[in-house]
C-alpha cells in the first residue's frame, strides 16, 4: 500500500468516522452507531496491522515511510509522517487499545453519538501525536487530542467529573505552552530555518552539537521535561491523573491508562532527547531520582486506597516510574564525556519502551476488570467486596491474570519491562537500584492485598448482591484478548523487542554523540575563558 | 508656479489619484446619504435600511477587491501619499479596508438577524455604524497625525451613540456617558501629545517624524535629558494614551466592562473587534513612523519595553477579572482587554527589532510580526464576532445575558453551543482553530525581539502563562452549556440547524476553522500589507 495512503488513513480513519456518524446517524438508533464506531476503530486497528507486518522493516533503525506535504511552507510547517521503531509498537497498541475500549463503551448510556464522534476524534489525535515528524505537527495534535478527552471526563464522568475534567486540561495545557515555548526556541536557532520544525533534521543538528549551546539546551530540555512529565505522569505534578482516571467513564480511563500516558514517555524519548541531548544528560540524575520517587510513592498511595479505580490509578503513577527510571540511566564519564556502559542504558531504555506496551495492556485491563464489577454492583469501596470468585468464576480468573501483569509475575507482561530497567539502574547507581525494586515488594503488596479483599473471602457481602451476574461474551472477549496479549508479550517478548532495538540502539548513539560535542564545545569555552 | 499652475495640479491629483484612492470610503459616505435621504421620502417602508446598508457594505467590499487587484498588479510596491499626504494608500491600508468592509457587512448581517435596531431606528444607526468605520479606515491609512486625531474622533463619537442606542435602558445610558467622559479625556491628551510632537519635530506629515527626530538628537545624548527629545517622549506617551484607551489597555480600560454591559451584543462585538483593529492600523503606522531614527534607537526600545510591559499587565489582569464574572458580555470584555494585550504584544516585538542596530537584517522578522498581528485581528473577527452573536442571538430568545441563562443549552440548540465552543477554545488559542495561528506568530516575534531585549522573553512567558490562566474561565461558559442541566423553568432557544441564525454562526465557525487549518492564502496577504510598510 502506498505509505502516503496508509499513514494519512490510519491517522484519519477515525475523524471520517466520526463525520459519518455525526451527520448520518439517527441519534436513536445507539446499536447502530455503536457498531459502527467500533467498525471504524476495527479498520483502523486494521491499518495498523498491515503496517506492521506488511510494510514495516524490523530490522531498519531509521526512520521509515516518510511522508513530507507542505502544509504552510511560509512558516516552514510540513505535513511530515514516518514510523521508526519506537513509533510502531506505539501506534499498535493505540489503535488496539481504542478498539478494546469501544468495545467496552457498551456501557455509555446517555448522548451516545457525542461519546462516539469525541472518542474517534481522540483516537485521530493520538494516532497523529505518534506518527508526526513535524514538531508543529505534533503539537497540533498533541492539543487537538485535549478537547475530546475534556468533554469525555465531564460529560460522560463520574460525581466530581468537571473538576476532574478541568485539572487534566489545565495540567496539560500548561506542560504544552512550555512545549510550544521550546518549539520556538529550536525553530529560531536552526541554521537552516526550512527546518525549523523537522524533528528528523532537528535531531541530526543535535547530533553535531550545533543546535543549542549547552546551557539553552538544559533551558528547553527542561521545559520540555516538564510538559512530558506531565502528561507520563510523574511525581510530582501526577496530581490530575487519579481525579481523572476515578471520574472518567471505564473505557476513557482505559484510553487514558493505555495511551495518553505513554505519549509522555514517547514524547521524551522522540524529542527531548535527541534533541537536547546534553539537557538530558546534565538532568539524568534529577530523572532517575523522580522516577524512583514516582515508583515508591504511586506504590504507597495504592497501598492506602480504599477505592478499587483509585489504587489502579495510582499503580500508573508507579509503573509509569519505571518507564522514566529507564529513560534517564544514562551514565557518563565525566572526563572523556563518553557514555559508561552504553549497552546498559540501551537496555533502561529497552525495557522502558517493553513497560510502556505491558503497562498499555495491562492497566487497560485492570481498568476494564475495574469496570465491569462497577456497572453491576456501582461502587468501587474496596472494603466491601469479597468473594467475587465465588460468584463469578471466569471473571475472577481472568482479572487475576491482568492483576498479576501488572504485578510483575515472571511469564507476564510487567515482568519484562520493569527486570529491565531495574537491571541498568544498577550499572547507574545501585542504591537506587535497591530502592527501585524494593518497589516490586510494594507492588506485589497492595496487588494481592486488592486481590484478597475483591475476589476472596467467604461472600460478597456489598450492596446489590444480586447483580453479580457472570460476564457476559463481549466483555470476555475483551478482557479475554489483553490478557492473551499479556502472556503473549510475556512469554516472547522478542515480538516487541525485535521491534524496538534497531531504532533505540541508534537513537542512543545518537544522543551519546550529541552529548559529546556539547561537552567538548563546553571544554572549548572554558578554556578559551581561562586565557 | 503660478497660482492657476498649482490649483490644475491639485485637481489633477485629486480625481486621479485620491479619489480612487478613497473610493471604499466614498462609496461607504454615499451609502449614509442614501439611507437618510430614504427617510425622507419614506423609500425605507419598502426597502428596509438594513437591505440598503448590506449592498453598500458588499459595494465597498467590490470596492475593496478592485483596489486591491488594482495593487497586485502593480511591478513595484505601492506606496502612495493621497490628499497632498494626509492619509496613505498601500497594501497595509487596502488590508484595513478589506478587514473593516468584511466586518461592517457581518455586523450588519447580525443586527438584521437579531433584529436590533427596528426598521424605525435603522438608519440611525446604520449611519453611525457607517461613520464609524469611515473613522476607521481613516486610522488605518493616516499619515498625519492630523489626521490621526481626526481618524480617532470619528470613530469615536459614532461609537458613543451607538453604546447608547438602547435609549429605554438605564445602563445603557450609564455605559455610554461612562465612554464619552473617558474618550473626550482621552481624547483631548492625545491632542495635546500631538501638539508637542508637532511642535517640536515641525511638521505633522508622519512619513517625516523619524528624519526631524534623527535631527533634534544629534549631537545630543539621545537621552531624556535632551530637552527636545523629553519633550517628543512626552508627547509619545500622551499619544499612546489615547491609543491605549482605544485598545482597553491597563490602565485605561475602565469604560470597556461597562460599555460593553450597557451596550447590545451586537455593539459590543463591533467595539471588540473593529474599533480595536483601526487602533492598531494607527498603532502600527505610528510605531513605524517613529522608528529607526539614528541616535534615539535606546529610547525607543525603551518605549517597546515598555509597550511589552503593559501588555503582560494587561493580559494578565484582563484574565484573572474576568474569572469572577456572572454577564456573558462583561466577561467577552474582559477577554477582550486580554487580547489587546496578546496583540500589543506584537506592537512592542515591532518596536524593539526596528530601532536595534541589526533592523535591516531582521527585516524579514519585522514583517513577520506585522504580518502576526493581522493575522491575529482577522481571526480574532471571526472568533470574537462568532461569541458575541451567540451571545446575541441566545438574548432574543432567554432575555439574558447572564452566564447562567446558557445552562445545558447543548440540548436544545447544540448548534449554537458548538460553535461557542469552537470560537471559544480558538480564543483559548487551541489548535487546530485559527486563534492558535496568529497567538504562536505573536509569541514567534516576540521570542525573535528576544534577541534584542531580554525583556521580550519575560512577555513571551506572559503570554504563555495567560494562555493557561484563560483556559478557566473560557471552559466555565463551556462548562456550563454543555455538562450542566437545563433548569426547567429556563425559557427555550430553539434555534435549528437550518435557520439563518445557524447558517450565520456556523460560517462564522468554519471560518475560524479554517484560518486555522490552512493558513497559507491569509498570512500571505497579510505578509503583502507587511511588506508595503517595510523600510528595507
Same mark, same amino acid.
Given at each position: ?29 445507539? /446499536? ?5 464506531? =467500533?467498525?471504524? #476503530?476495527?479498520?483502523?486497528?486494521? *491499518?495498523? +496491522? %498491515?503496517?506492521? &507486518? ?107 467529573? /468537571? ?5 487534566? =486540561?489545565?495540567? #496539560?495545557?500548561?506542560?504544552?505552552? *512550555?512545549? +510550544? %515555548?521550546?518549539? &520556538? ?114 506504590? =504507597? ?9 483509585? +489504587? %489502579? ?128 515488594? +510494594? ?89 | ?536
Amino acid at each position: 500500500m502506498n505509505p502516503e495512503f496508509l499513514l494519512t488513513a490510519i491517522i484519519f480513519a477515525p475523524s471520517v468516522g466520526a463525520l459519518i456518524l455525526a451527520l448520518l446517524f439517527d441519534s436513536k438508533n445507539a /446499536e447502530a452507531m455503536r457498531l459502527f464506531a =467500533f467498525a471504524t #476503530t476495527a479498520v483502523t486497528f486494521g *491499518l495498523t +496491522l %498491515v503496517l506492521w &507486518l506488511g510494510e514495516f522493516q524490523s530490522d531498519a533503525p531509521g526512520m521509515q515511510l516518510e511522508v513530507v506535504r507542505e502544509w504552510i511552507p511560509r512558516w516552514n510547517v510540513y505535513y511530515r509522517l514516518g514510523v521508526d521503531g519506537i513509533s510502531m509498537p506505539l501506534v499498535l497498541l493505540t489503535s488496539l487499545i481504542s478498539m478494546l475500549s469501544m468495545g467496552a463503551s457498551w456501557s455509555i448510556k446517555k448522548h451516545i453519538k457525542g461519546y462516539m464522534v469525541l472518542f474517534l476524534l481522540l483516537e485521530t489525535g493520538m494516532m497523529g501525536v505518534f506518527l508526526a515528524l513535524d514538531f508543529f505537527l505534533f503539537y497540533v495534535f498533541w492539543e487537538v487530542m485535549l478537547l475530546p478527552m475534556y468533554f469525555l471526563i465531564g460529560v460522560w464522568g463520574g460525581p466530581r467529573k /468537571e473538576y476532574a475534567a478541568i485539572k487534566f =486540561f489545565l495540567y #496539560t495545557l500548561a506542560g504544552s505552552v *512550555l512545549m +510550544l %515555548v521550546a518549539m &520556538l526556541m529550536f525553530y529560531f536557532n536552526t541554521s537552516v530555518q526550512a527546518d525549523g520544525f523537522n524533528l528528523i533534521k532537528l535531531a541530526e543538528a543535535a547530533t553535531t552539537g550545533s543546535l543549542l549551546s549547552p546551557s539553552l539546551q538544559i533551558t528547553a530540555f527542561i521545559m520540555l521535561f516538564i510538559g512530558f512529565a506531565i502528561k507520563l505522569p510523574a511525581f510530582p505534578v501526577h496530581t490530575w491523573l487519579p481525579d481523572a482516571h476515578v471520574e472518567a467513564p471505564t473505557p476513557i480511563s482505559m484510553i487514558l491508562a493505555g495511551v495518553l500516558l505513554k505519549m509522555g514517555g514517547y514524547g521524551i524519548i522522540r524529542i527531548a532527547f535527541p534533541l537536547c541531548p546534553y539537557g538530558a544528560q546534565y538532568l539524568a540524575y534529577a530523572m532517575v531520582a523522580i522516577g524512583v520517587i514516582s515508583i515508591i510513592y504511586g506504590a =504507597f498511595a495504592a497501598l492506602a486506597q480504599t477505592d478499587f479505580k483509585r +489504587l %489502579v490509578a495510582y499503580s500508573s503513577v508507579s509503573h509509569m516510574g519505571y518507564v522514566l527510571l529507564g529513560l534517564a540511566v544514562w551514565k557518563i564519564n565525566e572526563k572523556t564525556g563518553e557514555t559508561m556502559n552504553s549497552e546498559y542504558w540501551q537496555m533502561g531504555l529497552n525495557g522502558a519502551m517493553f513497560q510502556m506496551i505491558a503497562h498499555g495492556i495491562s492497566s487497560a485491563g485492570m481498568f476494564f476488570m475495574v469496570g465491569v464489577i462497577y456497572d453491576r454492583v456501582h461502587h468501587r469501596d474496596l472494603n466491601k467486596f469479597g468473594g467475587l470468585m465465588g460468584k463469578m468464576p471466569l471473571y475472577g480468573g481472568l482479572s487475576a491474570g491482568l492483576f498479576f501483569a501488572g504485578l510483575g509475575l515472571p511469564g507476564l507482561c510487567g515482568f519484562i519491562g520493569e527486570v529491565f530497567v531495574v537491571l541498568s539502574t544498577w550499572s547507574f547507581n545501585p542504591a537506587l537500584a535497591i530502592v527501585a525494586a524494593s518497589g516490586v515488594i +510494594l507492588t506485589a503488596g497492595y496487588i494481592l492485598w486488592a486481590m484478597q479483599r475483591v475476589y476472596l473471602g467467604a461472600e460478597y457481602k456489598g450492596p446489590h448482591p444480586e447483580d453479580l451476574t457472570p460476564m457476559n461474551m463481549r466483555e470476555t472477549a475483551i478482557a479475554g484478548t489483553l490478557l492473551t496479549l499479556a502472556v503473549i508479550l510475556g512469554v516472547v517478548p522478542a515480538i516487541m523487542f525485535n521491534v524496538m532495538t534497531p531504532s533505540i540502539s541508534r537513537m542512543a548513539k545518537a544522543a551519546e554523540a550529541g552529548y559529546q560535542q556539547s561537552a567538548a564545545q563546553l571544554n572549548q569555552d572554558e578554556m578559551q575563558a581561562q586565557r | 508656479m503660478l497660482f492657476p499652475q498649482l490649483l490644475d495640479k491639485l485637481i489633477s491629483e485629486t480625481t486621479s489619484l485620491s479619489l480612487p484612492g478613497f473610493s471604499v470610503e466614498l462609496c461607504l459616505s454615499a451609502t449614509i446619504v442614501a439611507m437618510l435621504m430614504m427617510r425622507l421620502v419614506n423609500l425605507d417602508r419598502f426597502v428596509p435600511t438594513s437591505v440598503t446598508a448590506v449592498l453598500g457594505a458588499f459595494a465597498a467590499l467590490v470596492f475593496t477587491w478592485l483596489q486591491f487587484r488594482q495593487i497586485g498588479a502593480a511591478d513595484a510596491i505601492v506606496s502612495q501619499k493621497i490628499f497632498t499626504g494626509l492619509l496613505i494608500h498601500d497594501t497595509f491600508t487596502v488590508f484595513f479596508r478589506a478587514f473593516l468592509s468584511l466586518f461592517l457587512l457581518l455586523t450588519i448581517a447580525l443586527t438584521s438577524l437579531t433584529g436590533i435596531p427596528d426598521n424605525e431606528d435603522g438608519p440611525d444607526f446604520y449611519s453611525l455604524l457607517f461613520g464609524a468605520t469611515i473613522g476607521l479606515m481613516i486610522m488605518a491609512s493616516a499619515n498625519s497625525l492630523l489626521m490621526l486625531f481626526v481618524g480617532v474622533e470619528m470613530a469615536s463619537v459614532p461609537s458613543y451613540a451607538m453604546v447608547g442606542f438602547l435609549k429605554g435602558r438605564k445602563p445603557s445610558s450609564e455605559a455610554a456617558l461612562k465612554f464619552v467622559v473617558y474618550g473626550a479625556g482621552a481624547a483631548g491628551v492625545m491632542l495635546y501629545g500631538i501638539s508637542l510632537i508637532a511642535g517640536v519635530l515641525g511638521t505633522v506629515d508622519m512619513s517625516l517624524l523619524a528624519a526631524r527626530l534623527g535631527e533634534a538628537a544629534a549631537g545630543g545624548t539621545g537621552g531624556l535629558s535632551d530637552p527636545e527629545l523629553r519633550a517628543v517622549s512626552l508627547g509619545i506617551l500622551l499619544v499612546m494614551v489615547g491609543l491605549a484607551f482605544k485598545l482597553s489597555l491597563v490602565p485605561f480600560h475602565f469604560w470597556c466592562p461597562d460599555a460593553f454591559e450597557g451596550a447590545s451584543a451586537e455593539v459590543a462585538g463591533f467595539l471588540s473587534v473593529a474599533s480595536k483593529a483601526g487602533a492598531f492600523g494607527l498603532l502600527v503606522r505610528l510605531a513605524l513612523a517613529l522608528s529607526g531614527a539614528p541616535g534615539t534607537e535606546s529610547l525607543m526600545i525603551a518605549f517597546g519595553v515598555g509597550i511589552g510591559f503593559i501588555a503582560c499587565v494587561t493580559t494578565t489582569f484582563g484574565n484573572l477579572a474576568a474569572y469572577s464574572q456572572t454577564n456573558l458580555k462583561r466577561l467577552l470584555a474582559y477577554s477582550t482587554i486580554a487580547h489587546a494585550g496578546y496583540m500589543v504584544m506584537a506592537v512592542s516585538a515591532l518596536l524593539v527589532m526596528s530601532n536595534s542596530v541589526q533592523a535591516a537584517a531582521m527585516q524579514i522578522d519585522i514583517n513577520r510580526t506585522v504580518e502576526g498581528l493581522l493575522y491575529y485581528l482577522f481571526v480574532y473577527l471571526f472568533m470574537n464576532l462568532g461569541a458575541f452573536a451567540v451571545v446575541a442571538i441566545a438574548r432574543n430568545h432567554t432575555f439574558s445575558e447572564e452566564v447562567d441563562s446558557f445552562k445545558g443549552l447543548v440540548g436544545q440548540s447544540p448548534t449554537l453551543c458548538i460553535v461557542m465552543l469552537i470560537c471559544m477554545f480558538s480564543l483559548v488559542g487551541m489548535p487546530p482553530f485559527g486563534g492558535f495561528v496568529g497567538k504562536l506568530m505573536i509569541f514567534a516575534s516576540a521570542f525573535k525581539a528576544g534577541d534584542i531585549h531580554w525583556f521580550m522573553y519575560v512577555v513571551v512567558a506572559f503570554g504563555a502563562l495567560n494562555t493557561v490562566f484563560s483556559l478557566v474561565y473560557y471552559i466555565r461558559v463551556l462548562k456550563t452549556m454543555f455538562m450542566d442541566e437545563r433548569p426547567a423553568d429556563a425559557r427555550p432557544v430553539p434555534v435549528h440547524l437550518g435557520s439563518l441564525e445557524s447558517i450565520y454562526v456556523v460560517a462564522l465557525a468554519a471560518f475560524v476553522l479554517l484560518l486555522g487549518l490552512l493558513p497559507q492564502f491569509l498570512s500571505a496577504t497579510a505578509g503583502a500589507a507587511a511588506q508595503s510598510l517595510a523600510k528595507f
